[in-house]
T-cell receptor, first 110, second 113 residues
Framework: QKEVEQNSGPLSVPEGAIASLNCTYS??????FFWYRQYSGKSPELIMS??SNGDKEDGRFTAQLNKASQYVSLLIRDSQPSDSATYLC??????????WGAGTKLIIKP | ETGVTQSPTHLIKTRGQQVTLRCSSQ?????VSWYQQALGQGPQFIFQ???????GRGNFPPRFSGLQFPNYSSELNVNALELDDSALYLC????????????FGEGSWLTVV
């Protein structure tokens, strides 16, 4: 069974610090990886997509992918209170269907 | 704004009833998928439609069914509602076959009492 694992948290980070979110997946043939942010009561919002090993940066966000170790991470620099949300890791399988983790709740403390 | 719209946004149904949820996909997107997200969990894949045909299904019973129309809009139907069907139902659209990004609508909150 294809699985995506995340620490449920909550992860508490001081404002201005770096928040580090991690995700592991079981399906070795997966090629597309996504991080979504979800505020309470809202639908998931795409933050980053990554397809190749290494780092991908977009503003304060950096996604890191290591296919050999089957993990994906998301770094948030200069964390802001508005970054407080649940972060969902999603992996696309060979049928172009998303397999989701349960999400990590992130709390940024002012 | 993702260009994916869902209706209704909130609804309450009684156990045993039937419900239809609707989704208009982003312009040019020929694939629509539906997900169920229970409180505190990640979304679970229900099924996917490509050019009006179902081409993938998750671990959901047959009382969950769907349609995709020629304009690529879609419906999710759930018969014989159960209390555990209470969840956020998410519609997502994409352009098939390339692993392109999937865009979600705002979701439909279903409460079964």
């Amino acid at each position: 069974q294809k699985e995506v694992e995340q620490n449920s948290g909550p992860l508490s980070v001081p404002e201005g610090a770096i928040a580090s979110l991690n995700c592991t997946y079981s399906d070795r043939v997966s090629q597309s990886f996504f991080w979504y942010r979800q505020y309470s009561g809202k639908s998931p919002e795409l933050i980053m997509s990554i397809y190749s090993n290494g780092d991908k940066e977009d503003g304060r966000f950096t996604a890191q992918l290591n296919k050999a170790s089957q993990y994906v991470s998301l770094l948030i620099r200069d964390s802001q209170p508005s970054d407080s949300a649940t972060y969902l890791c999603a992996v696309m399988d060979s049928n172009y269907q998303l397999i989701w983790g349960a999400g990590t709740k992130l709390i940024i403390k002012p | 704004e993702t260009g994916v719209t869902q209706s209704p946004t909130h609804l309450i149904k009684t156990r045993g009833q039937q419900v239809t949820l609707r989704c208009s996909s982003q312009s040019g997107h020929n694939t629509v998928s539906w997900y169920q997200q229970a409180l505190g969990q990640g979304p679970q894949f229900i099924f996917q439609y490509y050019r009006e045909e179902e081409n993938g299904r998750g671990n959901f019973p047959p009382r969950f069914s769907g349609l995709q129309f020629p304009n690529y809009s879609s419906e999710l139907n759930v018969n014989a509602l159960e209390l555990d069907d209470s969840a956020l139902y998410l519609c997502a659209s994409s352009l098939s076959g390339s692993g392109n990004t999937i865009y979600f609508g705002e979701g439909s909150w279903l409460t079964v009492v």
